[in-house]
């Protein structure tokens, strides 16, 4: 029975390189690092873009324009075919039905619903924004669309809200 013994295959387990433990060692002295320099400090990173303290290039370019970037909202988008597909005539369509019906997985700044594909069912729809073409659409099926906001009616607010604070 002693000749049918397990163990690791030729290679598999290597020893751990231990390193600054004395020249006869042959890891000693700059143990690996080389010699002098800021890769042989400990701590002696640079991140990415450096220079070598030249100004770097992405500041030494003029920024030109306004990124919407961190002030944009992104919304997790339905289309008509995917409420076909999983509601029933007569239902409710909102953050929390999505969520029972495992269609919204993770809730971004809002749910939208776009107009592709035909919707026969009566829908009662409640999210944050409605196309245009998939309020034409739910209607047209007899359904109703509440608190939807369509981009330029958003717009239109923000700038009626702007016009009352600069008359007070």
Do not use: C, W
Not at 36 to 46: A, F, H, V, Y
Not at 137 to 155: D, L, R
């Amino acid at each position: 029975m002693s000749d049918f013994m397990l163990h690791a295959p030729e290679g598999a387990n290597k020893k751990k390189r231990i390193v600054g433990r004395g020249s006869s060692s042959g890891r000693g002295t700059t143990a690996g690092r080389g010699n002098k320099g800021q890769q042989s400090r400990s701590g002696g990173k640079t991140y990415v873009g450096f220079e070598g303290g030249q100004m770097p290039l992405f500041r030494r370019i003029a920024q030109r324009g306004f990124s919407n970037y961190p002030f944009r909202k992104e919304y997790t988008i339905f289309n008509l075919r995917e409420l076909e597909a999983k509601y029933a005539d007569g239902e409710t369509v909102d953050v929390d039905s999505l969520t029972r019906k495992g269609l919204l997985k993770k809730l971004r700044d809002g749910v939208k619903i776009l107009g592709d594909g035909d919707l026969t069912k009566k829908l009662t729809v409640n999210v944050d924004k409605v196309s245009a073409s998939a309020k034409a659409k739910i209607e047209k099926a007899g359904g109703t669309v509440k608190a939807a906001v369509s981009a330029k009616s958003e717009k239109a607010a923000k700038k009626a809200e702007k016009a009352d604070g600069a008359d007070k």
